[in-house]
């Protein structure tokens, strides 16, 4: 019981700022010109300066190779994820042009923008590395396999991969960043959070409710981001002696909804990305304090 309280204040911590979003589009605040902006900043200014900040101050040498061993666990299970949603797209007859997203939905979790301040509220600040780690793989199975799938025009250098992967240099040569600039990634990396939710509240706002149905698809989709995903993960963790927490928060990740800012972004049937984001964002409600039950029973 206590594991579920736990993780429904989380989700009402994250829910209190996505109604906020929510309420003030409705209310007439934010252009859909304001919406793009938020999503450019949080994905090219805010994340990649949080990545650098958080792996420089947090990791050294030794900690970041040691961590390293729990890389297996969401390649494995998101490969998986990948083909069992090939599979149901092609059993389903998915449209042509929304296979791509559909599958994206089966092995593509929102680890950071909805991930990370879910693991902070659940695990606190010792989550914070493992969600980087899964991170790592989430986003380069995105750029690497779900782009491709959707055939987007964007390119494939992911501001915060990108400023994943320069805090990772900086750990292994064991250097940090100057005061002032240190301090100035802090401030700009603490707005992720706030933002991304404030985003997610404007799409949901701006959805059609009324072409939210609960067909096959829909469905088939849900049951691939809730439970087909999760499940791969805990196939992969007894052939790996992981860290307890590292596990838990890899399970965590996995069933993490989908969120529809990369699409607003780069292109991409957004209408579609916008209908599972609110279906699996409101799911998230039931599913996350479901496995935190699992993980601490």
Known sequence: MAA???????????????????????????????SSAVAQLVTKVCLPTYMIVNLT????????????????????????GYFIGH???????????????????????????????????????????????????NTTMFWVVAVHDMASDAGVAAPPLLGFLAG????????????????SFRYLGGMTTPLAMLFIGIAISKASWSEIKF???????MVGRFV???????????FFALPKLM??????????????IVAKVYGGDYKYAAMLTVVSTLLAVITTPFYMWVLRG
């Open 57 to 80: 101050v947090n990791f050294s040498h030794d900690q970041l190779i040691e961590m390293s061993g729990g890389l297996p666990v969401p390649i494995i299970s998101m490969a998986l």
């Open 215 to 221: 067909d096959r698809e829909l469905t088939a989709a």
């Open 247 to 260: 596990s838990d928060v890899f399970v965590m990740q996995a069933a993490m909804p989908n969120t529809s």
């Open 87 to 137: 599979a149901a797209a092609r059993l389903l007859k998915v449209r042509r042009d929304r296979v791509g997203v559909f599958c994206t939905v089966f092995f593509v979790s929102n680890t950071i923008f909805i991930g990370l301040p879910m693991t902070l509220a659940l695990f606190g600040e010792e989550g914070i590395p493992y969600v980087m780690l899964y991170y790592m793989v």
């Open 228 to 238: 087909i995903c999760p499940l791969c993960v805990m196939v992969c963790l007894p």
């Open 4 to 34: 579920i309280l736990h993780a429904l204040q989380g989700i009402l911590t994250i829910v209190i700022m996505i109604a906020t979003g929510f309420y003030l589009s409705r209310k007439g605040w934010f252009s859909e010109s304001f």
């Open 168 to 183: 990772i240099i900086l750990v292994m040569l064991d250097w940090r960043l100057p005061m002032p600039i240190e301090a």
